[in-house]
Nanobody, 123 residues
Framework: QVQLEESGGGLAQAGGSLTLSCVQS????????KAWFRQAPGKEREFVAA????????YYANSVKGRFTLSRDNAKNTVYLQLNTLQPEDTAIYYC????????????????WGQGTQVTVSS
């Protein structure tokens, strides 16, 4: 089993930055692909960014490409999502997710989810 816990959300002004963290516990081997999704009020959960299962490639949604950056610290079993140049439309609950094997941009492909962390961007 894998447990995921996000942190780092909060309130930011437009143009500001936040750093989200996702700590993995339980099974901590690196064969799990990690991804971030978000869900805004009244909208479906959508893909934001993901590491390949080997951790050597990253993938981003077009809406965040160039503004958000993934990084990881394997020694701490932690994945980070740096959010820069935040916009009001980035307001959402951000979820960390993991699946065994190859990454996916589909919510249904992920077996394990964190509880989410709220990001609110004011204009």
């Amino acid at each position: 089993q894998v447990q995921l816990e996000e942190s780092g959300g909060g309130l930011a002004q437009a143009g500001g930055s936040l750093t989200l963290s996702c700590v993995q516990s339980g099974r901590t081997d690196t064969l799990y692909s990690k991804a971030w999704f978000r869900q805004a009020p009244g909208k479906e959960r959508e893909f934001v960014a993901a590491f390949s299962w080997k951790g050597d490639s990253t993938y981003y949604a077009n809406s965040v490409k160039g503004r958000f950056t993934l990084s990881r610290d394997n020694a701490k079993n932690t994945v980070y999502l740096q959010l820069n140049t935040l916009q009001p439309e980035d307001t959402a609950i951000y979820y960390c997710a993991a699946r065994f094997g190859k990454h996916s941009q589909s919510t249904g492909a992920y077996e394990f989810w964190g509880q989410g962390t709220q990001v609110t961007v004011s204009s």
